[in-house]
């Protein structure tokens, strides 16, 4: 996978850059907007990584840019900013997620990972199959060895999520802020999404095998690890 | 925060306290004039009266026929006169028209009243009568009596009418003129009132936009260079100010977010880094501990920055939206996170459309139901109720824990503030700090009750239809 990361601060690009190569992926580094916006229209990458503040043009104006041009590479905003405000604007620029500095390299791996499934993914399916679970998307509702699993609206949206991202590393932020629309940067707490997850996992594994939902130790959880991709 | 409340027009009062003591002092010397006036003309008709009754008590000393001739003579000269002024009635010991010697009782009364007044025979005192004319004529008179010879009497007076007339109409003019005056006066007050207040208004206005609106209005400058211009001038120097020292804050803070979050970060990196390579669990262990703390500062630092920003009172990017649907977002998290740890959660709420940034006030939300899941008992219960009534909404959020002694609950909101019931709940005491300062950015007010027993905390604003 190809990705363009675009920051100027030499030791935070050197780090990103480190941190994405580590994860398997090609990296491209650009210092300021103008070369990235560039750089991005000309060739086609996976994924892109912008810092906000850029020196010659800023990151959401090169994200403005190249949705003009119709380039729909994913893109994930980096920031040190953390103002609500910030996240509008990335987000509604054409910016597909927000991501403070500083941050863990888990992270950032994750949420790229995740971005790029997301880009994979066809059309909505019908419903998701996987092991001897059916996820059903018109009905909001799971099956699981042929029983229903009684599930809330956030659970199901919960497992919904770690459907698409099967096999990758899923962080607690990714969860509060992709299921639970809570703004980045805000901490609701650390018990909440244990609790979501433990409840989730309750209902769909305990009376099942596989388990499905594994939690990875001081780093997030994976949801059908067998799945796990490259 | 805004005191609501009645408040009466200051216009109001301006324009009535003005025209009232304007037309106070106008009666008051309309009062005076009237009084000086009358009193003028009654010394005059005394002063006549007195001077006749000397001449008559002149011809006295001569003898009773002179002063019936001269009573004679004087009323015939009188008749003639239009205003007929002087009255004079000449009578014996009986009150009535004595016979004189030659027996001529035709030419009764002597004089040209038609007779005695209702008044004594040895009444000395000035007095003021109604009187009836020989011809026929009502008059109002000043009268005096005059004892004579062998107890005959003469009673001499001017008539007052003409003069009452005239004070009369003057009384009629002067109350006509208190009206118009009150009305002028009133009217007059009114206007001038009403342009001070309207500028003292505006400027009121703009004021109570900057809490919650923002900082972009100012006070037009143009107009007299005079007190009001001075005070424009002021309160929009004021607004400057404190629009820079907002943006200054907000770069300050922004910069120092740069400065200290970037070092922290790559102090975690390495740290993390030096993790894949150690081979044993234990140093690891130390490593994964340092993380921790590192984590641990990074959200404190976090939420410090949050609290700073939420104190700058920015609401550009607020919005309509629906606090229950907010609330049951919230809910989505802490309701199996209650439901967890024993506790009942009941709520009561309403739709209701207020103006704000729906990220921050779940945060607040979070801290507070956080707050109360934390020092709930086992088996302890929680209330949310949110209702609304005439613009305003209210939204309380109430356990039954060991609740706030009332001589902290000022403290509490203070930055790294934790009471002392809170020894062993994790935290770093800056929930509440941010609580307030979101609270505050949107122009809610925060109580703290008690819930007897426990804490209710009660928010209340502005409410939309």
Not at chain 1, 128 to 135: F, H, K, M, P
Not at chain 2, 34 to 42: A, N
Request: net charge negative; proline share 4%; with cysteine.
């Amino acid at each position: 996978m190809q990705i363009l990361v675009i920051e100027d601060d030499p030791e935070m690009a050197a780090n990103t850059v480190r941190i994405l190569t580590e994860a398997g992926w090609t990296v491209e580094h650009a210092e300021d907007g103008r070369t990235g916006l560039q750089m991005a229209a000309a060739r086609s990458f996976d994924l892109l990584v912008v810092d906000r503040m850029l020196p010659k043009l800023d990151g959401i104006s090169v994200l403005r840019r190249l949705r003009e041009i119709d380039v729909t590479t994913p893109a994930l905003i980096l920031s040190a900013l953390g103002e609500p405000s910030d996240k509008v604007d990335g987000l509604e620029s054409g910016a597909d997620d927000y991501l403070a500095k500083p941050f863990a390299a888990d992270e950032l791996v994750a949420r790229l990972r995740a971005l790029s499934r997301r880009s994979q993914a066809n059309a909505h399916p019908e419903v998701i199959l996987i092991e001897d679970l059916e996820i059903w998307l018109k009905s909001k509702s799971a099956v699981r060895g042929g029983k229903p699993l009684d599930l809330t609206d956030s659970e199901f949206r919960l497992l919904h999520y770690f459907a698409q991202h099967q096999g990758d590393l899923i962080t607690r932020n990714m969860i509060l802020e992709h299921v639970f629309n809570w703004r980045p940067g805000l901490d609701p707490g650390t018990t909440v999404v244990e609790v979501a997850i433990s409840r989730l996992r309750s209902k769909l594994d305990k009376d099942f095998d596989p388990p499905l939902l594994t939690t990875v130790r001081r780093r997030g959880y994976v949801f059908n690890a067998a799945a796990r991709s490259s | 925060m805004l005191r609501r409340g009645r408040r009466r027009s200051a216009l109001l009062r301006l324009a009535f306290g003005y025209a009232a003591f304007f037309t106070c002092s106008v009666g008051i010397l309309f009062l005076v004039l009237h009084v000086t006036i009358e009193d003028f003309m009654h010394r005059q008709a005394r002063s006549a009266v007195a001077e006749e009754i000397a001449r008559i008590n002149d011809k006295n000393d001569l003898g009773l026929r002179e002063v019936e001739t001269y009573i004679r003579d004087r009323t015939r000269d009188l008749a003639t006169l239009p205003s007929n002024r002087l009255i004079y009635l000449y009578v014996d010991a009986d009150l009535r028209c004595p016979a004189t010697t030659s027996g001529r009782l035709a030419n009764c009364p002597i004089g040209n009243l038609l007779q005695w007044p209702d008044v004594a025979r040895s009444e000395s005192r000035w007095r003021q009568f109604d009187v009836v004319l020989s011809n026929g004529e009502n008059a109002f008179a000043m009268i005096k009596i005059l004892p004579l010879r062998h107890d005959y009497r003469v009673l001499v007076g001017q008539n007052l009418s003409p003069q009452q007339r005239m004070t009369d109409e003057l009384g009629r003019l002067l109350i006509i003129g208190a009206v118009l005056t009150l009305a002028i006066g009133g009217a007059g007050g009114w206007f001038v009132a009403r342009r001070i207040v309207r500028r003292i208004e505006r400027i009121n206005l703009l004021c109570h936009e900057v809490g919650p609106q923002g900082l972009g209005g100012r006070l037009p400058e143009t107009g007299p260079n005079d007190e009001f211009g001075e005070l424009s001038q002021n309160i929009n120097g004021m607004l400057d100010r404190i629009s820079e020292l907002m943006s200054l804050t907000r770069s300050t803070t922004d910069q120092i977010a740069h400065d200290l979050r970037t070092p922290l970060a790559r102090l975690r990196i390495k740290l993390e880094s030096l993790i894949e390579r150690l081979p044993d669990s234990e140093n690891v262990a130390v490593a994964e501990s340092a993380i921790d703390d590192i984590e641990a500062i990074l959200n404190t630092f976090a939420a410090l920055l949050e609290i700073a920003k939420n104190e700058s009172g920015d609401t550009s990017t607020f919005e309509r939206i629906d606090l229950r649907a907010t609330i049951e977002q919230v809910l989505e998290l802490y309701r199996p996170v209650a439901e967890e740890s024993g506790l009942q959660l009941k709520t009561e709420i309403e739709t209701v459309w207020i103006d704000g940034n729906e990220g921050v006030l779940k945060q607040m939300l979070a801290n507070l139901i956080d707050n109360a899941i934390k020092f709930s008992p086992p088996d302890g219960r929680i209330g949310i109720a949110l209702a609304s009534q005439d613009g305003r909404f209210e939204l309380s959020i109430s356990d039954n824990g060991p609740g706030i002694p009332e001589n902290q609950r000022a403290k509490i909101f203070e930055r790294f503030y934790r009471s002392a019931d809170s020894d062993g709940v994790a935290g770093h005491g800056l929930g509440l700090s941010l609580v307030r300062a979101i609270a505050r950015r949107h122009d809610i007010q925060i109580d703290l009750l008690d819930n007897n027993p426990g804490l209710k905390v009660v928010l209340m604003g502005k409410a939309y239809t």
